[in-house]
């Protein structure tokens, strides 16, 4: 059964902290993987990993993806009040229709 | 099982057809989500029920979707007339009020 496993379910920091987030998977034809971060209606998109070991940032935010270990990590720096949200990871793959399994989510709370 | 369930996994249908996508939220969320992905693009929130109050239909794209949740339990989107732009995976998610979200493995609809 595909899988994809979020940790730490939840995480309390305090604004200026760095948070990294985990996802690890188990899943049959790997296409991709995406990280959203959901706030109030449909969670938006970040990033998108198809290749692993090359780091995409955006800010203070980045991901990077070992296909070895199966699992990506989204990394937060400095972060702001702003950035408290909960985070998702799905993972596509090359079979199930294109279909995309999510994990549970992180949600972050940042402190002032 | 303990999570949410769509049906059917793959539909394909022709252009004007009418068609139906069934969510089975986990038992006991009063809160139920549909969103639509495109393939490697974020998601794009459809509609949302919550315990008895009236759903918030603003995320439909057109007079030709519909949804209903009978009994605060099992939700139906329907799509009326589909067009080929319809073509997408359609995601269902449930929560407890206002709670992290749990998502369904989708239903992939393919409009000819």
């Known amino acids: 059964e595909d899988k994809v496993v979020q940790s730490p379910l939840s995480l309390v920091v305090h604004e200026g902290d760095t948070v990294t987030l985990n996802c690890s998977y188990e899943?049959?034809?790997?296409?991709?993987l995406l990280w959203y971060k959901q706030e109030k209606k449909a969670p938006t998109f970040l990033f998108m990993l198809?290749?692993?070991?090359i780091e995409k940032k955006s800010g203070r935010l980045s991901s990077i993806l070992d296909k070895k270990e199966l699992s990506s990590i989204l990394n937060i720096t400095a972060t702001q009040t702003g950035d408290s949200a909960i985070y998702l990871c799905?993972?596509?793959?090359?079979?199930?229709?294109?279909?995309?399994?999510f994990g549970d989510g992180t949600t972050l709370t940042v402190k002032p | 099982g303990a999570g949410v369930s769509q049906s059917p996994s793959n539909k394909v249908t022709e252009k004007g057809k009418d068609v139906e996508l069934r969510c089975d939220p986990i038992?006991?969320?009063?809160?139920l989500y549909w969103y639509r992905q495109s393939l490697g693009q974020g998601l794009e929130f459809l509609i949302y029920?919550?315990?008895?109050?009236?759903?918030?239909k603003s995320g439909l794209p057109s007079d030709r979707f519909s949804a209903e949740r009978t009994g605060g339990s099992v939700s139906t989107l329907t799509i009326q007339r589909t067009q080929q732009e319809d073509s997408a995976v359609y995601l269902c998610?449930?929560?407890?009020?206002?709670?992290?979200?749990?998502f369904g493995p989708g239903t992939r609809l393919t409009v000819l």
């Open positions: 198809t290749s692993s070991g």
């Open positions: 998610a449930s929560s407890h009020e206002r709670g992290r979200e749990f």
């Open positions: 029920f919550q315990g008895n109050s009236a759903p918030d």
């Open positions: 899943v049959t034809n790997f296409r991709s």
């Open positions: 038992s006991g969320h009063t809160a």
């Open positions: 799905a993972v596509e793959q090359y079979t199930n229709a294109g279909k995309s399994t």
